[in-house]
């Protein structure tokens, strides 16, 4: 890593776009090295609602490993 630069965190945001779907927003670099978020906000978002359709928007993920794989496992 370069002097003055720091890693970015992996950032995941959650959206309702009807109220049975939930989309999921990856962004940022999702690897094991720089760490993800935990599950606990997804299954709170998976509980509070009624869905039908849960989607995976990936437009603004950056780089990612194992740790990407192993959190929607």
Do not use: I, Q
Request: a negative charge.
């Amino acid at each position: 890593m370069a002097s003055g630069t720091k890693d970015v965190s992996a950032v995941l945001n959650f959206d309702h776009p009807s109220p049975d779907t939930l989309v999921l927003r990856f962004s940022g670099p999702w690897r094991l090295r720089t760490g993800v978020p935990g599950v606990e906000a997804v299954e709170r978002e998976l509980s509070s609602a009624h869905l039908k359709r849960v989607s995976l928007d990936t437009a603004k993920l950056a780089e990612w490993d194992s740790g990407l794989l192993t959190f929607l496992t």
